[in-house]
């Protein structure tokens, strides 16, 4: 590998390492006018259900209230609308199909909404802030001003600090945020479990049976992420002049789960919602405390919306990113044909029934990771940040982010060898 390659890795290497250390440092700058000491006593009593999993998200920057409180969620609610939208409008169907500039165009809409989203949440997060006892210092009109314009700052400056990591980093931005987050909670969680473990709050027994189903559940995410179906494909003989070519044989990869983490994240987010436009009211509001109830975990509605999200996120995840009939018609275009199968529509079928196969598989094994341990959360004092979905987030974007790694450097080699022989000639 040359110099210059190795050089362009590591600087995209340290660029998101810097990123990611501004980030972190955000989620330690409060919001002005807060009462840090009434903030501590409230948080300790909220960190279960939606808010507990909102602070991860966000890094601990809700239980710190700070400037990246939101976290990253307005730009993923955005981008969950926006996608929905491709699927249904007519307008936006058509920004996607007109390629980069489509793209680009999509890209700032999803800003806008940004924008749109965080403001809202914002404003109700003032409010909720202000409905809490002797937790804001200064209420008033001037308090909900500066809170709404720090955190729409705050988001917005996050979005962009994730943009430059997938453009100038090493790519995966927005998902590296999360991870960063998630990553930097789990020593204060491990410590809180020996904690709960020293105190009697949990049996030395539990301790040890819970470090084993994380590590079962760690190897039987990286098993699942890695396992394909290969769909053999062959291409005819052709002869031209007197050579023959062709006559080959490849595989079409489907993935068990095309759709990645983005469904636990998407379906998340949206859980989300139901806190943060019910304005935050973390106080001892009856209409809250009764919403809430709900939503924590171990409870049959939080279990249903969850389930529902991620299976249905899955699927259109995956139609939105894998055409069958796109891929059918390249293989006509280039003499390929799945042996038994005809080529076109038929071919297009076949591989719409066996990804739907796939990503049904793909659906469960998602819902199974992201709620099995949600039951133990639920009955046990365990943290929430080793919990299902922080668990699948932390290795599927680990798996990425070295997957890209490898490709940047096989690339290079690449671009070395061929440089090298058209020297040798």
């Given at each position: 590998?040359?110099?210059s390659?190795?050089?362009d890795?590591?600087?995209?290497v340290l660029?998101?390492?810097?990123i990611?250390?501004?980030?972190?440092?955000?989620?330690?700058?409060p919001?002005?006018?807060?009462?840090?000491?009434?903030l501590s006593?409230l948080?300790?009593?909220n960190?279960k259900?939606?808010?507990?999993?909102?602070n991860?998200?966000?890094?601990g920057?809700?239980s710190?209230?700070?400037?990246?409180?939101?976290?990253?969620?307005?730009y993923i609610?955005?981008?969950?609308?926006v996608?929905?939208?491709?699927?249904v409008?007519?307008?936006f169907?058509?920004?996607?199909s007109q390629g980069?500039?489509?793209?680009?165009?999509?890209?700032q809409?999803?800003r806008y909404?940004?924008v749109?989203?965080?403001?809202?949440?914002?404003f109700g997060?003032?409010?909720?802030?202000?409905?809490s006892?002797n937790?804001?210092i200064?209420p008033g009109?001037?308090?909900k001003?500066?809170?709404?314009?720090?955190?729409v700052?705050?988001?917005?400056?996050?979005?962009?600090?994730?943009?430059q990591?997938t453009?100038r980093?090493?790519?995966n931005?927005?998902?590296?945020?999360?991870?960063s987050?998630?990553?930097a909670?789990i020593?204060?969680?491990?410590?809180?479990t020996?904690?709960?473990g020293?105190?009697?709050?949990?049996?030395?027994l539990?301790?040890?049976g819970?470090?084993v189903?994380?590590i079962?559940?760690?190897?039987?995410?990286?098993?699942?992420?890695?396992a394909?179906?290969?769909?053999l494909?062959?291409?005819?003989k052709?002869?031209?002049?007197?050579?023959?070519?062709?006559?080959?044989?490849?595989h079409l990869?489907?993935k068990?789960?095309?759709?990645?983490?983005?469904p636990a994240?998407?379906a998340?987010?949206?859980?989300l919602?139901?806190?943060?436009?019910s304005?935050?009211n973390?106080?001892e509001?009856?209409?809250?405390?009764n919403?809430?109830?709900?939503?924590?975990?171990g409870?049959?509605?939080?279990?249903?919306?969850y389930?529902?999200?991620i299976i249905?996120?899955?699927?259109?995840y995956?139609?939105?990113?894998?055409?069958?009939?796109?891929?059918?018609?390249?293989?006509?275009?280039y003499g390929?044909?799945?042996?038994?199968?005809r080529?076109?529509?038929?071919t297009?079928?076949?591989?719409?029934?066996?990804?739907?196969?796939?990503?049904?598989?793909?659906?469960?094994?998602?819902?199974?990771?992201?709620?099995?341990p949600?039951?133990?959360?639920a009955?046990?004092?365990?943290?929430f940040?080793?919990?299902?979905?922080?668990?699948?987030?932390v290795?599927v974007?680990?798996?990425?982010t070295?997957t890209?790694i490898?490709?940047?450097?096989?690339?290079?080699?690449?671009?070395q060898?061929?440089?090298?022989?058209?020297f040798g000639?």
């Open positions: 590998m040359s110099s390659s190795s050089s890795l590591k600087n995209r660029f998101t390492i810097l990611l250390s501004i980030y972190r440092l955000g989620t330690f700058v919001l002005p006018g807060i009462d840090p000491d009434q006593t948080m300790e009593s960190q259900g939606l808010l507990g999993m909102f991860v998200f966000a890094g920057a809700v710190r209230m700070a400037i990246f409180a939101l976290g990253i969620m307005p609610s955005a981008s969950i609308i996608q929905l939208l491709t699927g409008s007519d307008y169907k058509n920004l996607k980069e500039q489509g793209r680009q165009k999509i890209t809409i999803t909404g940004t749109i989203l965080a403001t809202i949440q914002g997060l003032a409010v909720g802030l202000e409905s006892a937790l804001v200064s009109m001037y308090f001003i500066s809170t709404v314009t720090t955190i700052a705050g988001t917005v400056f996050l979005m962009w600090l994730g943009e990591i453009q980093g090493i790519g931005g927005i998902s590296l945020i999360i991870f987050g998630i990553v909670e020593p204060r969680a491990l410590v809180t020996f904690e709960l020293r105190t009697g709050a949990i049996s030395t539990m301790i040890i819970i470090f189903l994380l079962i559940t760690i190897m039987f995410i990286v098993f699942m992420e890695r394909l179906r290969k769909i494909i062959n291409y005819p052709r002869q031209m002049g007197n050579k023959i070519y062709g006559g080959d044989s490849s990869p489907l068990i789960n095309s759709a990645g983490v983005i994240i998407f998340s987010a949206l859980l919602l139901p806190v943060t436009f304005n935050f973390i106080s509001s009856e209409t809250f405390l919403i809430t109830s709900y939503f924590s975990q409870q049959p509605l939080y279990m249903l919306l389930a529902s999200g249905f996120f899955t699927f259109f995956t139609s939105i990113t894998f055409n069958p009939n796109e891929t059918a018609e390249n293989l006509r275009k390929g044909f799945i042996p038994g199968i080529p076109g529509e038929s297009a079928l076949y591989i719409d029934n066996i990804l739907t196969k796939l990503t049904t598989i793909g659906a469960l094994y998602l819902t199974l990771v992201c709620l099995m949600e039951f133990l959360i009955n046990y004092p365990i943290p940040y080793l919990g299902g979905t922080s668990i699948l987030i290795v974007v680990a798996i990425d070295v890209q490898q490709t940047r450097l096989m690339s290079s080699q690449y671009e060898l061929i440089k090298k022989t058209k000639k």
